[in-house]
């Protein structure tokens, strides 16, 4: 049974460009959620796609945006990359009425803005 | 405010040995879950234990207990028996309202968990 699985697993982009990170759900989820983990942190919530919509949305700018697609996937795209956005970015996926909420996570993408 | 607060940024004990890492958490919502997850230099988030706000008996699972005092506001993990396999970094999180819906969890700072010979 495949898990979480994201692509690139590390990329290197430099200021002002644009970046698309991508997600495969757990087989049989059909919620993603996107997170951005920096050094040392924990993660912070990015924003939540369920039946290709997007259902919430945490604290991030219009330049963080999402698709999701008919097989569940997802995209993550990031416009005009801040040296701020250099993080860990992970991808969760889930049942949308799961009985614990229990989210399942990818390995993440490592993007590094130079 | 911080919802979610780990104070303990490192931690160490020795292999076998038991170890608590503590976790406090701020909410006004009377339905939330507390979960804890294990990351690994690896980067994945693994999922350790669950903690409804009206589970009346904390929860274990294996190895992992969470000690769940509601008055306090106080979720801690506590691991028996530790294994060098265990060294990893450490999330307490909070997801608010109801578990029929998927909502995001907020998470805390992280604990690194150390295991020595």
Known sequence: DAGVTQS????IKTRGQQVTLRCSPKSGHDTVSWYQQAL?????FIFQYYEEEERQRGNFPDRFSGHQFPNY??????????L????????????????????????GSRLTVL | ?????????????????AVTLDCTY?????SYGLFWYKQPSSGEMIFLIYQGSYDQQNATEG????????????????ISASQLGDSAMYFCAMREGHSGSARQLTFG?????????
């Open chain 1, 84 to 107: 701020g956005d250099s993080a860990l970015y992970l991808c969760a996926s889930s049942f949308p009425s799961g009985t614990t909420g229990e989210l399942f996570f990818g390995e």
């Open chain 1, 8 to 11: 690139p697993t590390h990329l």
């Open chain 1, 40 to 44: 040392g942190q924990g993660p912070q």
């Open chain 1, 73 to 82: 996937s997802s995209e993550l795209n990031v416009n005009a990359l801040l």
């Open chain 2, 1 to 17: 405010a911080q919802k979610i607060t780990q104070t303990q940024p490192g931690m160490f004990v020795q292999e076998k040995e």
């Open chain 2, 109 to 117: 700072s992280g604990t690194q968990l150390t295991v020595l010979p």
């Open chain 2, 26 to 30: 701020d909410t006004s919502d009377p």
């Open chain 2, 63 to 78: 190895r992992y207990s969470l000690n769940f005092q509601k008055a306090r506001k106080s979720a801690n993990l506590v």
